[in-house]
């Protein structure tokens, strides 16, 4: 999976540069647009950079990532309005959260693909500032359950529940202990 950063203009509406307060969670979104790949939705971002307060971390398709804000700055990604990120995890999900969107298609298997790139990059993130994918990652439906379906959405078009998508985030662990204990061994035998 290829990881690019394609940042947005700083020190605009999309890209305040302001630092964030640390990442205690991950919240997963979709863009919501079919058929639009994450360069596309890049574009779409620096082009309208002024226009509204509202953006992502990373989008995500079959081809890989597109970072466009750096994970040490505050992204747009959750109204301020809403409390559920307070009540869940103490904290507003725009001072210490990533946010994620999944890019779908119609063609069923570039969605897998782009699921899959999901799945490996949240757990990348999850590895990287040790959080629990069973306690540490969010939907958008569950920060704003009066205007959001997202990530649910795309899931949907592809066969996965919030369920599935947690066991396939642990199950990629899991594979991944066991090929470290299997390096640990091989290291062992020399």
């Not at 990532?65 to 103490?90: F, L, M, T």
């Not at 507003?92 to 890019?103: H, M, P, Q, V």
């Amino acid at each position: 999976m290829e990881i690019k950063q394609q940042y947005l203009p700083e020190k605009s509406k999309r890209r305040s540069s302001q630092k964030n307060l640390g990442i205690k969670f991950i919240v997963a979104h979709d863009t919501g647009n079919l058929n639009s790949t994450a360069k596309q939705n890049v574009e779409y971002f620096i082009k309208s950079a002024n226009d509204t307060e509202a953006s992502a971390h990373a989008f995500v398709d079959d081809l890989g990532v597109i970072e466009c804000i750096p994970q040490n700055e505050k992204a747009w990604h959750v109204r301020k309005q809403v409390p559920e990120d307070n009540s869940i995890y103490g904290v507003d999900s725009n001072d210490y959260a990533l946010g994620i969107e999944l890019c779908f298609f119609t063609d069923l298997e570039r969605s897998k693909l782009a699921y899959k790139n999901y799945v490996e990059y949240i757990k990348t993130l999850c590895t990287k500032y040790n959080l629990d994918p069973s306690k540490d990652i969010v939907g958008h439906y569950k920060l704003d359950p009066s205007r959001r379906t997202d990530p649910k959405n795309a899931f949907s078009k592809i066969g996965k529940t919030w369920d599935s998508f947690l066991v396939d985030l642990n199950t990629l662990k899991d594979k991944k202990q066991e090929i470290k204990l299997e390096i640990n061994r091989l290291v062992e035998m020399l």
